[in-house]
């Protein structure tokens, strides 16, 4: 058996298992990080987040492009152990680790570049936490319809990449929002190669209010099942809801999810618009688990 020092932190209720492993010495299966996610057998969370540096894990040296600055790679995996491209909540919990161990720094007015699957993001302290730029985001041009449970007939669905794929469903009222039911993952058609996540979204009333947008949100996300929040999922839901307003909407949104409130900004950047995602990033715990030595799982 192997001890695995481990910490517990969460962004707006979406919740990590986080793990330094700064030398790549201890990739974790994904058996392993189903075990360890799990919310009964496990410590329980909804996805697991290791800190490796990008000069000592294959896939974080290419994320890196050659980019000595960029000194951590962020592997993130879902809560069944499967691969995702990024996450918006993970990468501030993230920020906060790598800080809290003294594996980085962040200083006011400075920024930190962090590797992940879905590209280098760069993230720097607000007044709220943290702000991640998430870069260039993209509408994608496929009619997707999504069959909810507890829904009556199925919505239409605008599928937005910012990195991670998402469907986003505008709902005409509150009432669908909150029964609808997301134990189980919404149906899409078509099925998304990568599969994506699903964003159930009603606007405020207003839904501008001293030139910001706002509007509730719930998600399913694929791997993970339904969660209190996610960040990447935010930022498409907040980019679908700017769509659907038409051109005078703003480019500044709240976006309020059963674990709090999290910030999207859009903003034009040399390669085309950006979106930006700020929120709260806390550690909960530390301790230490006990898992089977790495030579007796596959690490992929």
């Known amino acids: 058996?192997?001890?695995?020092?481990?910490?517990?932190?969460?962004?707006?209720?979406?919740?990590?298992?986080?793990?330094?492993?700064?030398?790549?010495?201890?990739?974790l299966?994904?058996?392993?990080?189903?075990?360890?996610?799990?919310?009964?057998?496990?410590?329980?969370?909804?996805?697991?987040?290791?800190?490796?540096?990008?000069d000592a894990d294959p896939e974080g040296q290419a994320r890196a492009d050659g980019d000595d600055q960029v000194v951590w790679f962020m592997d993130y995996r879902n809560a069944d152990g499967s691969v995702a491209e990024m996450c918006g909540n993970g990468i501030r919990v993230f920020t906060a680790f790598l800080l809290a161990e003294g594996l980085a720094e962040l200083p006011p007015g400075g920024s930190l570049p962090i590797a992940t699957r879905g590209g280098v993001v760069v993230v720097q302290r607000v007044a709220a936490g943290?702000?991640?730029?998430?870069?260039?985001?993209?509408?994608?041009?496929?009619?997707?319809?999504?069959?909810?449970?507890?829904?009556?007939?199925?919505?239409?669905?605008?599928?937005i990449t910012v990195p991670n794929p998402h469907v986003v469903v505008a709902l005409a009222t509150a009432a669908e929002l909150d029964g609808a039911d997301l134990s189980a993952a919404p149906e899409l058609d078509p099925v998304p190669a990568a599969g994506a996540n699903v964003e159930l979204v009603h606007p405020a009333d207003p839904l501008v209010a001293d030139g910001v947008g706002r509007i509730r949100m719930r998600v399913h996300e694929r791997g993970s099942g339904e969660t209190l929040s996610c960040g990447t999922g935010a930022a498409a839901a907040a980019l679908a809801?700017?769509?659907?307003?038409?051109?005078s909407a703003p480019s500044e949104w709240r976006v309020t999810v059963p674990g709090g409130e999290l910030g999207v900004r859009m903003f034009p950047a040399e390669d085309g618009e950006h979106v930006a995602l700020s929120g709260p990033a806390e550690l909960v715990y530390s301790g230490v688990v006990a898992l089977p030595d790495a030579s007796t799982a596959s690490t992929r």
């Open 1 to 27: 058996m192997t001890e695995l020092r481990f910490t517990k932190g969460h962004g707006t209720g979406n919740d990590f298992v986080l793990v330094a492993d700064p030398d790549g010495r201890r990739p």
């Open 29 to 54: 299966a994904p058996s392993e990080v189903a075990r360890l996610c799990d919310r009964r057998f496990g410590i329980g969370a909804d996805g697991l987040l290791r800190a490796v540096r990008t």
């Open 130 to 159: 943290f702000a991640a730029d998430l870069g260039r985001w993209s509408l994608e041009p496929v009619e997707t319809t999504v069959r909810v449970r507890a829904l009556e007939v199925a919505r239409p669905g605008l599928s």
């Open 241 to 247: 809801a700017r769509f659907w307003a038409g051109p």
